[in-house]
């Protein structure tokens, strides 16, 4: 499919999440327009007041349930690209139906209409995750590098052995995939119906600066709860020292980075029908630490910052292959010094 340009109008689903508000940032700073939709209007006024520079080219939708039929129907009309990011997990669920259903009608129903009322459309990027390509650590003994080649079938295996005594993680890694699976079969089932490609990013663990709507530092989420947690104010031991933080770690990557690969997949035609890993090379929760106590001035934060066992560290159990991130979306990665200042620098002007 052609590429898009500004002021081309995107559609952004759930643009009030950590990821997605950065989409919409820097997808406005590029020329584009963009409509976001939200599941309240409380939510979309903190978007309107964030982005008020933007009023003319940046409007709010409310999408209460996006699990209804045709939910997304009005909100795509007029748009010619969707970052679809809206999901409805929760990890406070009773039942694994209350996970995996919401989340593949979500992504299938925006689809749908996509397919019978967005005429206008060139492209869609579904926000997927590295779940969906790679599986817990525990499942895979020795050093391996994944792929987009890749599928988190053992998560799917567990789900379906355990049910509803699934963790709450291999939930999270299930949904992802069988989501991701959903959507590329539907546009494979209609390929001679659709006037639109997809392509699917497929981000680790995402940190950076927060620019949504988050009061205090309980209520940050998932990414940004664990480089809090690790980083900041240590839950596993009240003595600063903790060998805990020492020995595991995460691939990860910069949200503004994801941003702008939302923004290039959009942009690069050859990105179309592509899965892409979005993601830095594993790296010790330790090297996060020495990183923070690194910066020179310090960040002026409530607590001293812990020091675990400096220079510690261990073999990366995983990697991913993001070359492809490089080659079609020509995208270049913040290293962990620059995400972990401008973190903690906001986390400073919060008083955190």
Same mark, same amino acid.
């Given at each position: ?13 759930? !643009?009030?999440?950590?990821?997605a ?14 409509r ?14 964030? @982005?008020?520079n ?47 259903e919401p ?7 925006? +689809? ?12 869609i ?9 790679r &599986?817990?650590?525990?499942?895979? &003994? ?5 792929s ?11 789900l379906?052995e355990q ?17 991701e699976?959903s ?15 997809l392509?699917? +990013?497929? &981000? ?15 209520? +940050?989420?998932?990414?940004?709860r664990? @480089? ?8 596993k ?6 060998? *805990?933080l ?17 923004r290039?997949?959009?942009?690069k ?22 990183? !923070? ?8 934060? !409530?607590?001293?910052l812990p020091?675990?066992? &400096?220079?510690? *560290? *261990? ?6 292959d993001?070359s ?19 973190? +903690?620098?906001? @986390? ?5």
């Amino acid at each position: 499919m052609p590429a898009i340009q500004p002021p081309t109008k995107v559609l952004v689903t759930g !643009a009030n999440g950590f990821i997605a508000a950065w989409v919409v940032r820097d997808l406005l700073e590029h020329g584009y327009s963009v409509r976001g939709t939200v599941r309240s209007v409380e939510k979309g006024q903190y978007l309107k007041n964030y @982005f008020a520079n933007y009023a003319s080219k940046f409007e709010v939708i409310v999408v209460e349930d996006i699990t209804k039929e045709g939910a997304f129907d009005e909100a795509i009309k007029g748009v010619e690209a969707i970052a679809h990011m809206a999901s409805p997990i929760s990890v406070n669920r009773v039942r694994v139906e209350d996970v995996i259903e919401p989340a593949t009608k979500g992504t299938t129903g925006l +689809l749908q209409s996509a397919l019978r009322h967005g005429r206008s459309i060139k492209r869609i990027v579904y926000t997927s995750s590295a779940a969906a390509i790679r &599986p817990e650590a525990r499942e895979f &003994p020795t050093f391996t590098v994944f792929s987009e080649e890749d599928w988190n079938f053992r998560a799917i295996e567990i789900l379906r052995e355990q049910g509803d005594q699934t963790s709450s993680a291999t939930t999270y890694h299930a949904s992802k995939t069988l989501t991701e699976q959903s959507a590329w079969k539907f546009v494979k089932d209609r390929e001679h119906e659709i006037s639109w490609d997809l392509t699917s +990013l497929n &981000p680790p663990l995402t940190l950076g600066p927060v620019i949504n709507d988050v009061t205090d530092s309980s209520s +940050l989420r998932t990414s940004m709860r664990w @480089f809090y947690d690790n980083v900041v104010d240590p839950i596993k031991s009240a003595e600063v020292g903790s060998n *805990s933080l020492v020995g595991t770690g995460n691939s990860w990557v910069d949200v503004r980075d994801v941003a702008k690969a939302h923004r290039l997949a959009l942009e690069k035609e050859e990105a179309g029908n592509e899965r892409i890993i979005i993601s830095r090379p594993w790296t010790a929760r330790q090297t996060f630490i020495d990183a !923070a106590n690194a910066l020179d001035p310090a960040p002026n934060l !409530a607590r001293p910052l812990p020091k675990g066992d &400096p220079g510690s *560290s *261990s073999p990366a159990p995983y990697e991913y292959d993001t070359s492809k991130s490089r080659r079609i979306l020509g995208l270049e990665y913040r290293s962990v010094m620059e995400t972990t200042r401008d973190t +903690l620098l906001d @986390f400073a002007a919060r008083g955190w």
